[in-house]
């Protein structure tokens, strides 16, 4: 059945007397099984007298039983299609696309697309995109004339419902009355509102430009119309508000995703990381080795940023690796992560001049998809535009807007944004059609509360996964343990707004104090010292005050295996120290430091010869390559000229078994 080919006319002379019927008439109405030309009396009861009386049943000529008369039969069908099938009660892509294969041959749903021809499951796609959103109600709104409208979207076979001006102003009235109402409207009630005549052309124009759904209210068994339930939402919704800066209960501030690295490259400088052969991920033990030395984040920030220790680690070794900062080699017994020169180089610098050089090198990042050092913590791709905007540049204009040192709420100001300073919307408005894919997700001609929703997710994992974690800016909680941002100074060199004066960061006013037993006070927060102490120091306390570190022999001795030099760590402590460092540390560093040392190990191929006869053929077979240990043993010094002493050795009948 096509419902907007259904006579509404009958409808609507019918609805009067099904008004009449009580709700238990109705539902013994319509739930009644078996042929509508023989059914059971006994199945209507004391619903029967109601149902003959207006007209819904009629007796059979040897009155034993019932029918339903011949020009009832279509009404019911309808009726009981709409109990089966409420959209309006339960609207989903799904059940829009049911909705469609029941009522529209897909040459009918073809001509409602208004972007470029497509098949298959993307034209069910965006059929529904368009048609579900507040744009295709908003463009009918505004038109002046239907003829063009009604000429794209019929087939030529097909007669305009909207044959008069009248008609079009009607159809715009209809739809205004059901927004202003905010609800679906019992058919029955439009009648106060417009003429019977009307209404048998409205109903089937709105259910065939699909700006009108049908359903039935279950509890009354009433037929009622509305629009789109989404749609209805977002014309009715109230345009967002600018974001106000709201007063937070709890701060924090650090750059932990800096911290992390340090101390992840510390551990792998000081002893290879382990890696499980079976997926590549650090065993479980190593990885809780290094979550124990991570400074803990509140709990109410933890949760929200879903990022507990484990997923720390995971994302310190990816940014390290990316970065070069930590490769991989191959051993024996499996593979293992080690710290690379350009590695070195970075922890020898101060925490500051770390963090500088990671908010550059992910400012400056690269281009390539899915790599964690991008700028945009999602890869977008807009197809069909050219050239395509700036979505960096926008990202930060948005954050920018801001005033300094504010906190303002992350929800509030993501929705404001998503409407107010979206790109993607934007090139909507400007009639341009695209495709979009967020890593391996696409969409195909999205509407604008996708666009919204995309540009809204995007802005809050940008501050979830890079502002916060880089320092760029404080996270605070208000009323009802809503996340807040304020962006820090750094943060705003990070988005290109100004540059950094020298020592600004985040806790760099902050002060420690070191006492003779080797504990290390933080007298207020200071994140950037706990993470040039977290190098040489092992980490007792879990709060941002107090006693946090305590400087023992074997954390002193990893970092200067790490390449950090004694004096290194006796300036570092000094410069953050608000006292002068005791003595006695600063006499115990050096002499830790001094105690290490480092050596050289190599791989030689040993040779064993049966008797010096055949030693000696092997020596003259290798020349100054190899060289005598005892009479019957030798040593290969260059591994790479391995195979070509293999070669001349068989020359000289001279073969090897390797163990």
């Known amino acids: 059945m096509k419902l907007y080919a259904f006579p509404w006319e009958r409808f609507f002379a019918r609805l009067p007397h099904w008004n009449r019927l009580s709700l238990e008439a109705r539902k013994t109405y319509l739930e009644a099984s078996g042929d509508p030309s023989d059914l059971a009396r006994a199945h209507f009861q004391g619903s029967l007298d109601e149902l003959l009386e207006a007209g819904f049943l009629s007796s059979r000529p040897d009155r034993q039983s019932l029918r339903i008369p011949p020009q009832q039969t279509r009404y019911r069908k309808l009726m009981q299609t709409l109990c089966r099938q409420d959209l309006l009660g339960t609207p989903s892509s799904s059940s829009f696309g049911q909705y469609l294969d029941r009522h529209f041959p897909a040459r009918h749903q073809a001509t409602l697309i208004d972007t470029h021809p497509v098949r298959g499951n993307q034209a069910r796609e965006a059929l529904f995109e368009q048609v579900s959103g507040e744009e295709w109600i908003e463009s009918f709104l505004e038109l002046k004339e239907a003829e063009d409208f009604e000429r794209r979207h019929l087939n030529s076979d097909e007669?305009?419902?909207?044959?008069?001006?009248?008609?079009?102003?009607?159809?715009?009235?209809?739809?205004?009355?059901?927004?202003?109402?905010?609800?679906?409207?019992?058919?029955?009630?439009?009648?106060?509102?417009?003429?019977?005549?009307?209404?048998?052309?409205?109903?089937?124009?709105?259910?065939?430009?699909?700006?009108?759904y049908p359903g039935m209210d279950e509890r009354t068994l009433s037929p009622r119309i509305g629009l789109w339930p989404r749609a209805l939402h977002r014309l009715r919704a109230p345009r967002p508000q600018a974001p106000r800066a709201v007063e937070v209960s709890d701060q924090h501030f650090s750059a932990?995703?800096?911290?992390?690295?340090?101390?992840?490259?510390?551990?792998?400088?000081?002893?290879?990381?382990r890696l499980k052969t079976s997926d590549g991920s650090l065993y479980a033990r190593d990885s809780r080795r290094l979550e124990d030395t991570f400074s803990r984040l509140p709990d109410w920030l933890e949760s929200k940023l879903s990022c507990a220790p484990s997923k720390r680690v995971e994302e310190a070794l990816?940014?390290?690796?990316?970065?070069?900062?930590?490769?991989?080699?191959?051993?024996?017994?499996?593979?293992?992560?080690?710290a690379t020169e350009k590695g070195a180089a970075w922890l020898a610098a101060t925490a500051q001049q770390r963090l500088s050089q990671l908010l550059d090198q992910i400012r400056q990042g690269p281009r390539r998809r899915f790599h964690k050092r991008a700028f945009l913590p999602w890869d977008i791709e807009l197809r069909g535009v050219n050239p395509p905007p700036d979505l960096k540049k926008a990202v930060c204009r948005c954050f920018l807007s801001l005033q300094d040192d504010r906190f303002y709420d992350c929800q509030e100001f993501a929705r404001y944004q998503s409407v107010e300073?979206?790109?993607?919307?934007?090139?909507?408005?400007?009639?341009?059609?695209?495709?979009?894919?967020?890593?391996?997700?696409?969409?195909?001609?999205?509407?604008?509360?996708?666009?919204?929703?995309?540009w809204s997710n995007l802005l809050l994992e940008f501050l979830h996964t890079r502002l916060f974690p880089l320092g760029c800016a404080r996270a605070g909680r208000h009323q009802d343990d809503r996340l807040c941002f304020a962006l820090s100074q750094a943060g705003r060199r990070f988005l290109g707004d100004r540059p950094q004066p020298d020592g600004e960061g985040p806790g760099q006013e902050g002060h420690i104090m070191v006492q003779p037993n080797f504990e290390v006070v933080f007298m207020s927060p200071s994140p950037l010292a706990e993470a040039e102490i977290g190098r040489f120091a092992e980490r007792v306390g879990k709060d941002q005050v107090g006693v946090l570190f305590k400087i023992t022999p074997q954390r002193v001795q990893e970092a200067v295996g790490s390449g950090m030099a004694g004096a290194a760590i006796v300036e570092s402590l000094e410069k953050a120290c608000a006292a002068p460092l005791p003595s006695n540390v600063r006499t115990e560093i050096k002499g830790w430091a001094g105690q290490c040392r480092r050596v050289t190990a190599r791989k030689r191929l040993l040779i064993e010869c049966p008797d010096p006869d055949t030693a000696a053929r092997v020596l003259s077979a290798g020349g100054k390559k190899v060289s005598l240990i005892n009479p019957t043993m030798l040593v290969l010094e260059d591994a790479s000229f391995r195979r070509t002493l293999f070669k001349r050795l068989r020359k000289k009948g001279v073969f090897l078994d390797e163990p």
């Open 318 to 338: 990816l940014y390290l690796r990316q970065m070069e900062y930590l490769e991989l080699y191959r051993e024996q017994d499996g593979e293992r992560l080690k």
């Open 421 to 454: 300073s979206n790109p993607l919307l934007h090139l909507r408005r400007r009639g341009e059609t695209f495709n979009l894919s967020l890593g391996w997700k696409h969409f195909y001609r999205p509407n604008a509360e996708k666009l919204e929703q995309v």
């Open 256 to 273: 932990f995703l800096m911290e992390d690295m340090t101390k992840t490259l510390v551990a792998a400088s000081s002893s290879p990381l």
């Open 159 to 212: 007669r305009p419902f909207l044959i008069t001006p009248k008609n079009l102003r009607e159809m715009q009235r209809l739809i205004r009355l059901l927004i202003s109402a905010g609800e679906p409207q019992e058919m029955a009630q439009l009648g106060g509102h417009f003429e019977t005549l009307h209404l048998h052309m409205l109903i089937p124009a709105g259910l065939r430009y699909l700006l009108l």
